[in-house]
């Protein structure tokens, strides 16, 4: 069974025939909302809406050890989390689709493991190449079948949000390597790799970064609106090719 984790822009999916909804416990808590089982394009596919599906769930309150813990108990066997960015590399403009390859975590405080406590194991993970090799190349053959271009590799720095970032704080970031900047991708990614499911993230870049191109004095939230409708059109058609 295909997980889909919807971020800014993708607060449901429309496109599931045959949809039902699931509240599932865990010992982490609640997931950020009920999940939605349906079929698309006759695969077997659980979507699960990152902010909840009125969007109040802010990056840094997201549960993320009850989302991806409850994705792995109802038998999710791949995972595509798609998350809304900044674009930092100067080709990647608004309305751009990426397959990042990399991360850097400038997060904090975030529950970031399930190996934690008295009773559990001190357990480390290979996080070497953070995103799935075999699930990258099924997006990127899916993208191609459609006709969709995707960028292929690129790093994606993850901030703590919710605040947007200072235009120093993005050349900071273009300096460490990032070519994207979101606020999300971590931990959601190691959990994943802790819980060995298949993980990938689809960006779609919104805006320029803070201090580049359209955002060079000023961030405008008004526009990323109208960027998000025709991407997330996009975005649905490559996950309905996906195989």
Not at 52 to 60: D, Q, S, Y
Not at 91 to 106: A, F, K, T
Not at 120 to 139: C, K, N, S
């Amino acid at each position: 069974m295909l997980g889909i984790i919807g971020g800014s822009g993708m607060a449901v999916l429309d496109e599931l025939a045959e949809r039902r909804r699931q509240v599932v416990r865990t010992p982490y808590g609640d997931p950020s909302c009920p999940f939605l089982f349906g079929r698309l394009d006759g695969q077997e596919v659980v979507f699960l809406s990152r902010h909840g599906f009125g969007h109040t769930i802010t990056p840094h309150q997201i549960n993320y050890r009850a989302n991806l813990w409850a994705l792995d108990e109802i038998g999710v066997k791949s995972l595509v989390s798609v998350a809304t960015v900044g674009g930092i590399r100067a080709d990647l403009e608004p309305g751009s689709l990426l397959l990042p390859d990399q991360i850097i975590d400038y997060t904090h405080g975030r529950a970031a493991t399930f190996y934690e406590g008295p009773d559990q194991p001190v357990i480390h993970i290979d996080f070497t190449e953070p995103y799935d090799a075999g699930l990258r190349a099924r997006v990127l053959a899916a993208a191609a079948a459609v006709g969709e271009t995707l960028f292929d590799g690129g790093t994606y720095g993850c901030t703590q949000g919710p605040r947007l970032e200072t235009a120093a704080e993005i050349r900071r970031l273009e300096r460490d390597g990032c070519d994207v900047v979101g606020m999300t991708a971590m931990p959601e990614a190691s959990l994943a790799r802790e819980l060995g499911i298949p993980y990938v993230t689809l960006a779609v870049i919104a805006n320029d970064a803070a201090g580049r191109g359209e955002s060079a004095r000023r961030i405008s939230l008004e526009a990323i609106g109208g960027v998000l409708d025709g991407a997330m059109r996009r975005v649905r058609t490559v996950l309905r090719a996906l195989r």
